[in-house]
């Protein structure tokens, strides 16, 4: 983000939710640098700090809470919410389905309301995930491939990105859906995510370890573009694009995992460090690949990190991490 200039960001009252999480704490700093006022929401009792070198007015809310978000939209007067807050592990939305339609569908719906009592100009954007177009036989989804999600994280993302058309439709609210790739990149500490957990036991000197036989397909995007992304879908919802358009991000460039983590060894210079496989996860899709097609045509979005890149600058972040602790 070191250089980068988008304008019209400055003095713009900006919430996002999840600020503390992977790509909220990049999107606030990425906000930061372009003179944002940067409201950052979390959780009651985790809104004191918002991590490492970030500065964001912290406000403590529960998304299951309408009123407390009610209250911060009467308060902070945002401009654009960033929608980032959710339980996004599947593996944890399998054992407690309900907190995660708590989170994930009660939370954005009950957002959607307080914006529309409150602040019915407020822009959002809901951070989505291209699990909600359920298991793929490996042609690319396109925003226009229905929805089928099978399982409780991408079923609770698909009733929130429902919720959220329908207010655009029904109330005029201006709303856009960013659905995600798999995201990686230097601040991620989830260890149950792919690229987290094989760098740190890699540089650990222990054999990473894969939920299968190694053959799950996924397209992957560094931290950077999404966060380019989601200011980039933001200024277009200005009179680019119609409220309610569904946006996929993504690098095309879909990777197994078994690759993926022959890339990451090699990168990390331990080739020697074989993949021990495990049970695969009851539930998972197999192969994960969307187009950004739609993405390049209406918004001139495209990522600017390859995957190579993004892993060297990934595994160089945990080498300085290792060596700081």
Known sequence: ?????????????????????????????????????????????????????????????????????????????????????????????????????????????????????IAPETRLIFVSTDSVYGENDGTPFTESTPLAPDFPYEASKACAELAARCYARSFGLRVVLARFCNIYGPGDTNMDRLVAGTVEAVLGGQPPRLRGD??????????????????????????????????NFCDEAPVSSADLVRRIVAVAGRPDLQPILGPGTPGEISIKRASAEHARRLLGWRPGVTLEEGLRRTIAWHRERRVAA
């Open 214 to 247: 190694g053959s799950s397909v996924r397209n992957y995007l560094y931290v950077e573009d999404a966060t380019r992304a989601l200011l980039r879908v933001a200024d277009a919802l200005d009179g680019e694009i119609g409220s309610g358009e569904a946006f």
């Open 1 to 117: 983000m070191k250089g980068l200039s988008l304008p019209g960001w400055a003095g713009r009252r900006v919430l996002v939710t999840g600020c503390r999480g992977f790509l909220g704490s990049w999107l606030v700093r990425l906000l930061q640098s372009q003179d944002a006022v940067v409201i950052g929401m979390a959780d009651a009792g985790r809104a004191e700090s918002n991590g490492p070198g970030l500065a964001a007015i912290p406000v403590a809310a529960e998304l299951r809470d309408m009123a407390s978000l009610a209250d911060i939209l009467r308060e902070q007067l945002p401009e654009v919410v960033f929608h980032l807050a959710a339980k996004s592990l599947p593996s944890v939305a399998r054992h407690q389905p309900h907190l995660t339609f708590e989170v994930n569908a009660r939370g954005t719906w009950n957002l959607l309301e307080a914006i529309r009592t």
